[in-house]
């Protein structure tokens, strides 16, 4: 579901005509729409309400690595969502945009001593922690700070799961989180220390995960060692069960539904008394946004092959050259005619600048606007200024309003992060 729909043939941003905002910013520009932000959030928070009674009084933690733009965090700050982050940089954002420390959870493979001392003086709400070597290096940041931070332990269970390959991380191989047989052991070593509160455990198996069976297994998995530990006479109160539900980049139907998967959750996590946490990120913003790009040309080869040249290219959008990702790609404008099959490419000198082959267009023409559907996660995030292209501006709308809530630099401004070295005069 977004609010991305057309009026009078023309694809507009709430009530706002994507042809305005790209008159007004200039293309290529990401779009974001407030209204499904609000939704997606509003559905997830009913969702965990209706489980009280089984996920307690859950966190719902935004993904910040998913989309940080200051403004889309505020806006879910707003309505009461904590924030998932993996960088100081990313806590910093969150605690800008008013998330609450209390509502920060502080995950990653690799935090340096000055990001966990930075964390433990934002008081963040919890800290997973990822590997033995990582907990001893917490255990001395925080005995330094006369710190006890709550914790919790990333157990990777061996499941992975995910749109491809490269976005799972749950495997037995992946570099994320504790493999289970050793997890128990670190657990009861945290809790032999007297400088962090180990509260729970943490799972996140992959994203872009379509079907709830292996979020399941990941999460049973979670309920055993609860008890195993309780068994042991550890305290175990909260379970973070990670992000990971997939979106409908191809117009699915039958994706899990959030009810389905909060629901799968309360009847997985029945009777332990925990307190659950979910770190959703593409399911609350990819819907959320479009990227608005317009066509430079149309090169119809005599081979038979037509590319539309775009000015967004993957500098701006890294998605289908990073995982081979699917965007739904529309005309901005109807147009009536003979759909056509192009090659959507972008100006990028890189052969991996192609967003899409032999997609089904209606005929386009230099100068045409195109919206890359599904955009708002994982976009303009991954964004670069490769090729010396301007960083991609982000536009928020809010039913008739709109805001530019990351501009794009000037190239004055782009140079100006390059002091010359002294010695070249
Ligand atoms: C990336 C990430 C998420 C969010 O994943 P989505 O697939 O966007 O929901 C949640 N938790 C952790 C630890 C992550 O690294």
Redesign the pocket.
């Known amino acids: 579901m977004h609010h991305f729909d057309r009026i009078d043939g023309a694809l507009h941003a709430e009530t706002v005509p994507l042809e305005t905002l790209a008159g007004a910013v200039g293309t290529p520009a990401y779009v974001y729409s407030t209204a499904t932000l609000t939704r997606h959030y509003g559905l997830f928070r009913e969702a965990v309400d209706t489980h009280r009674g089984s996920l307690g009084d859950a966190l719902i933690a935004f ?1 910040v ?2 989309n940080s733009n200051l403004s889309v965090l505020a806006t879910l700050a707003r309505l009461g969502c904590g924030a ?1 982050t ?1 960088s100081e940089g990313e806590i910093r954002r969150a605690l800008k945009a008013g998330v609450s420390g209390q509502r920060i959870v502080f ?1 990653g493979v690799g935090k340096t001593d000055a990001e966990l001392a930075f964390a433990l003086e934002a008081r963040v709400r919890q800290i997973n922690v990822e590997s033995a070597v990582e907990l001893d290096r917490l255990i001395a940041v925080a005995a330094a700070k006369g710190a006890a931070p709550e914790i919790a332990i990333r157990v990777n269970p061996k499941i992975g799961a995910g749109g491809h390959a490269r976005i799972t ?1 749950g495997g037995a191989t992946d570099k994320f989180g504790v493999p289970a047989e050793e997890a128990p052991a670190l657990y009861a070593r945290a809790a032999a220390s007297p400088h962090v509160t180990p509260v729970g455990l943490a799972c ?1 198996i992959g ?2 995960i379509t079907t709830l069976e292996p979020l399941e297994g990941a999460f049973r998995a979670l309920r055993e060692m609860t008890l195993a530990l309780r068994a042991g006479g550890l305290a175990v109160s909260r379970l973070d069960l ?4 997939g979106v409908p980049y191809h117009g699915q139907t039958d994706l899990p539904s959030i009810a389905d998967y909060v629901g799968m959750a309360a009847r997985v996590l029945d009777g332990l008394e925990v307190e659950a946490a979910f ?5 609350l913003a990819a819907n959320a946004g479009v990227l608005l790009s317009r066509v430079i040309q149309v090169n119809a080869r005599s081979d038979g092959r037509t590319f539309l040249v775009l000015d967004a290219g993957m500098n701006d959008l890294m998605r289908p050259a990073l995982y081979d990702a699917f965007h739904d790609v529309v005309a901005v404008r109807e147009r009536p005619g003979e759909v056509g099959a192009y090659d959507l490419v972008g100006p990028i000198c890189e052969s991996t600048d192609v967003f899409a082959r032999e997609r089904r267009l209606p005929p386009l023409e230099a100068g045409d606007l195109v919206a890359f559907m599904g955009a708002g ?1 994982y976009g303009a995030v991954l964004a670069s200024e490769y090729n010396s292209r301007p960083l991609v501006p982000e536009v928020l709308v809010d039913g008739d309003r709109w805001a530019v809530v990351r501009s794009r630099p000037s190239y004055d401004e782009m140079w100006s992060r390059e002091p010359k070295a002294d010695w070249l005069g």
């Not at 770190?279 to 399911?283: A, D, K, Q, S, T």
């Open positions: 993904a690595k998913a998932d993996v995950s991380t996140h994203s872009q990670g992000g990971g539900l770190e959703p990120g593409r399911l996660a």
